[in-house]
């Protein structure tokens, strides 16, 4: 079991089996460093996912992306989407991780295997949002459902279309 940080400095690694505990501290050593107003903020609050043996924690501060692969224990920073971007929440699939940011009622779509970024804001006409528009994201398949936290809907987004 790997349990992602919010202040913690390390990503843990739990053997259900045997019971012992790893601690990996270097790469969120490194992703702090990176990040400006970690000292005083949580860094990480709530955009984990997995795909295979990879796990993505984005930044609520910076456009920072975490990847870490839980079997070799290497890991990769990349800085997704505008600068200004601060991610609350993110789903992952086979090709992209679909992300929430804090203060913006825009979707991110990051391809990790290329990189390519694009972002999804049009929303129904009668959609308001407030200061933190979302609060999660969930993934039911081939629809996301985009949960409210300061908003005036719940918002279904099609993967394909």
């Not at 081939?142 to 279309?161: G, M, N, R």
Request: net charge negative; with cysteine.
């Amino acid at each position: 079991m790997f349990l992602a940080p919010r202040d913690y400095p390390a990503i843990v690694r739990y053997d259900v089996l045997t019971g012992e505990f790893v601690y990996y501290e270097e790469c969120i050593r490194e992703a702090r460093n990176q990040m400006e107003g970690t000292d005083e903020s949580s860094p990480f609050i709530g955009a984990v996912d997995s795909y295979k043996e990879e796990l993505y924690i984005a930044s609520i501060l910076s456009n920072l992306v975490l990847t870490f692969n839980m079997r070799t224990a290497e890991y990769a920073i990349t800085y997704v989407g505008e600068e200004s971007n601060k991610y609350r929440g993110m789903v992952a699939d086979e090709t992209y991780c679909w992300m929430i940011l804090s203060d913006n009622p825009m979707v991110v779509r990051w391809n990790r295997a290329t990189g390519e970024v694009k972002k999804y804001s049009e929303f129904p006409n009668a959609f308001e949002a407030g200061t933190v528009p979302f609060k999660v994201i969930i993934d039911m398949g081939e629809v996301f459902y985009l949960i409210p936290a300061d908003a005036s809907h719940f918002c279904k987004l099609d993967k394909t279309s």
